[in-house]
Nanobody, 126 residues
Framework: QVQLVEYGGGLTRAGGSMRLTCAIS????????MGWFRQAPGQERDFVAA????????LYEASVKDRFTISRDNTKNTVYLQMNSLQVEDTAVYYC???????????????????WGQGTQVTVSS
């Protein structure tokens, strides 16, 4: 049974930093791509970042490219999202997701990811 669990969310002020962690279990084949998405109230779930199976290729949504960093530690079955210079507009529920189709290019759409975590709330105050 595949399970993704996110944690590390919370409340911070604008300009602050936060690191999200996604713990992965049940995926025995490590050739899976990982992504982070976010969903603000009343809005669709949007792509944030993605990373290839070995971590050598990364993709970011334009508004976070110079502020967020996605990484993974395959020895720990974990994916991270380091978020710096947080803005009020970054407030959302953040989800990690797994794409087991294998291979590039990195996926940017919700439908391309088969497995999802339950989400963790990130709130940035002004």
């Amino acid at each position: 049974q595949v399970q993704l669990v996110e944690y590390g969310g919370g409340l911070t002020r604008a300009g602050g930093s936060m690191r999200l962690t996604c713990a992965i279990s049940g995926l025995t084949d490590r050739k899976y791509l990982m992504g982070w998405f976010r969903q603000a109230p009343g809005q669709e779930r949007d792509f944030v970042a993605a990373i290839s199976a070995k971590g050598e290729t990364k993709l970011y949504e334009a508004s976070v490219k110079d502020r967020f960093t996605i990484s993974r530690d395959n020895t720990k079955n974990t994916v991270y999202l380091q978020m710096n210079s947080l803005q009020v507009e970054d407030t959302a529920v953040y989800y990690c997701a797994a794409d087991t189709s294998g291979g590039l290019p990195l996926a940017r759409t919700v439908s391309e990811y088969e497995y999802w975590g339950q989400g963790t709330q990130v709130t940035v105050s002004s």
